[in-house]
């Protein structure tokens, strides 16, 4: 029932874009390509790439229609990162609605290259989480805190993170490929 219920919601907000003639940016790229034309280019909102764009809603976009899957990850950590994936394919979920509808990964937010800096409706920014900024800005990277920060939604300062990081729901065997992955992102 509850699933019904926010996908009724959806659909409401959905239909209220459409009304205000802004549907169109979240489902196509102002240039007129597709979603698949998209990922080819970066698009330059009000503030520059990644932040938002005319109507409000060009940064959501971006991170809905993003796909960073792959027929062949490297590592179990890069298909976590990059498509939100277990080893076994399947999505793993999160308190985020967005996040679970959309099957999201790390990569939506942070980028490919983990350095962030897509700002969100309530302005803000996801943070770089590249290893070498982990290290330096938040207790050496240390895991017990940057687990917390991806299942918790707690920062290494003991304050809450933004309503736009999900709190995954990975186990112990997904986050120590997460972290290992997080490692590579220089």
């Known amino acids: 029932m509850k699933g019904f219920l926010l996908t ?5 907000f959905l239909v209220v874009l459409q009304a ?3 549907f169109q940016s979240l489902t196509a790229c102002p240039c007129g390509g597709d979603a698949q034309a998209q990922q080819k280019h970066e698009h330059q909102g009000q503030g520059g790439p990644g932040t938002m764009g005319p109507g409000g809603m060009m940064s959501m976009r971006d991170i809905c229609m993003a796909n960073y899957r792959k027929k062949q990850y490297k590592s ?3 298909r976590v990162f990059l498509a939100g994936e277990n080893p076994s394919g399947q999505h793993i979920s999160s308190n985020l609605m967005m996040a679970n509808r959309m099957a999201l990964g790390c990569a ?3 980028k490919p290259g ?9 302005g803000k920014t996801s943070a770089n989480i590249t290893w070498p900024y982990l290290e330096a800005k938040h207790d050496g990277g240390d ?3 940057i687990r917390r920060a991806v299942t918790e939604g707690i920062a290494s300062n ?3 993170l933004s309503p736009w990081m999900p709190r995954w729901k990975l186990s112990d065997k997904e986050f120590k490929e997460l ?4 490692k590579t992102l220089k």
């Open 8 to 12: 009724g919601i959806a659909v409401v």
């Open 20 to 22: 205000e003639g802004r």
């Open 76 to 78: 179990a950590g890069e």
């Open 108 to 110: 939506n937010c942070h």
């Open 114 to 122: 983990g350095n962030g800096g897509i700002t969100f409706p309530d």
């Open 143 to 145: 895991p017990d805190l």
């Open 158 to 160: 003991g304050e809450p």
């Open 179 to 182: 972290l290992k992955y997080l």
